[in-house]
């Protein structure tokens, strides 16, 4: 029989203590490897996974949805990261700049109300992701959890010529926590279609959806540099991979 832990409480109005909303499907595997920029490989299961979250960030709370495709690197498992749409104008510049983490503005409303969870994520005048949810059972953690993301780094050469001031490169974000606390939920996922961030299209629903609330423990949280990519390889995903620009393989502009 698994222990039964206390859910968290917080003061009304505190924002450090809010849960994540993780959500998981699969999806067809070719459809994650055409997003994988070379050098970045699919994982054995081809995993979607959004997350949902309201964190202080810059003192101030921060409104965001993670999207994600499990995949390796040097044969690593994590995953990588297309978007980070968040609600605060001031994270974006410096996280894409030092880390080549993803963030792009978006609007989000995430709230819970008794034992009802909603969200709503709006980007360019669509809404391409909507949950409801009820709560569940509680389903703790046997193993404390261990996250891996993979972003990428570069920037391009100035004046528009093909090339890089700094050629791209992997980065690696790794996340400890304790078990936390998490709950089940009964959930639907709803993708809607959206030129700007093409969930629905381009990573469809392939299998059962499943839902939970999840109250972190926060141990470690570790960004670093990893190798070169090839450059030649990944010119053609330099102006839609990361943040909003997805797809990588439609391929940017070519210049003479």
């Excluded at 450090?16 to 997003?35: C, E, F, G, H, N």
């Excluded at 994270?91 to 080549?100: E, F």
């Excluded at 503005?105 to 969200?119: P, Q, S, W």
């Excluded at 839902?211 to 141990?219: D, G, R």
Aim: aromatic share 12%; glycine share 10%.
């Amino acid at each position: 029989m698994s222990e039964t832990h206390i859910q968290p409480t917080s003061i009304p109005g505190e924002i450090a203590q809010w849960p994540m909303l993780k959500i998981r499907y699969q999806t067809d595997s070719d459809a994650v490897a055409k997003l994988l920029p070379p050098g970045i490989e699919p994982d054995d299961n081809p995993n979607v996974n959004i997350t949902i979250y309201n964190l202080p960030v810059l003192e101030e709370p921060e409104y965001g949805v993670i999207v994600t495709v499990d995949a390796k690197y040097n044969g690593q498992s994590g995953q990588y990261a297309l978007g980070y749409g968040i609600d605060q104008e001031g994270a974006i510049n410096i996280s894409v700049q030092m880390n080549g983490q993803p963030k792009y503005l978006c609007n989000i409303e995430y709230y819970r109300h008794g034992d009802k969870v909603t969200a709503r994520c709006h980007h360019q005048g669509h809404t391409f992701i909507s949950f409801t949810g009820t709560i569940g059972e509680e389903d703790p953690y046997t193993v404390a959890p261990d996250r891996v993301e993979w972003w990428t780094k570069y920037s391009r050469v100035v004046g528009g010529a093909k090339g890089y001031d700094y050629p791209p490169h992997v980065v690696k974000a790794h996340g400890k926590y304790g078990p936390g606390y998490r709950v089940m939920l009964d959930g639907k996922l709803t993708l809607t279609e959206s030129p700007w961030d093409p969930i629905a299209t381009l990573l469809p629903i392939k299998s059962d959806v499943t839902s939970h609330l999840w109250w972190p423990e926060y141990k470690s949280w570790e960004v670093t540099k990893q190798g070169p990519l090839d450059p030649e390889a990944f010119w053609d995903y330099v102006d839609t991979i990361g943040g909003s620009r997805w797809p990588g393989h439609h391929g940017a502009p070519k210049y003479d």
